[in-house]
Nanobody, 123 residues
Framework: QVQLVESGGGSVQAGGSLRLSCVDY????????MGWFRQAPGKEREFVAAITWSGQSTRYADSVKGRFTIFRDSAKNTLYLQMNSLKPEDAAVYFC????????????????WGRGTQVNVSS
């Protein structure tokens, strides 16, 4: 049973924006650290951004700092990734991840993962 469901992917031109969403159907969203990862064809999965359960602390990959914003809405059990100034190199499948431990999310060893949403960026 899929417990994390991503949406919001699509195709945009370079410089455009997209907002990804990840709905958490479990009952642990409020207490879970969350994160976004991405994987492009032929490449390893890489960290994009993470947020603590409280939302008070965030971290970003250097490649997306200043362009992407991670935030969460506990009332909606939803994690978001606002992506602005998109570049062709941002194209990938984006995955949502969740774990009770923030360090696990940062390290890519979260215990729950979504199936991903595709982002395409044309030059």
């Amino acid at each position: 049973q899929v417990q994390l469901v991503e949406s919001g992917g699509g195709s945009v031109q370079a410089g455009g924006s997209l907002r990804l969403s990840c709905v958490d159907y479990r009952r642990t969203f409020f207490h879970s650290a969350m994160g976004w990862f991405r994987q492009a064809p032929g490449k390893e999965r890489e960290f994009v951004a993470a947020i603590t359960w409280s939302g008070q602390s965030t971290r970003y990959a250097d490649s997306v700092k200043g362009r992407f914003t991670i935030f969460r809405d506990s009332a909606k059990n939803t994690l978001y990734l606002q992506m602005n100034s998109l570049k062709p190199e941002d194209a990938a499948v984006y995955f949502c991840a969740s774990d009770p431990e923030y360090a696990a999310v940062l390290g890519g060893s979260a215990d729950s993962w979504g199936r991903g949403t595709q982002v395409n960026v044309s030059s």
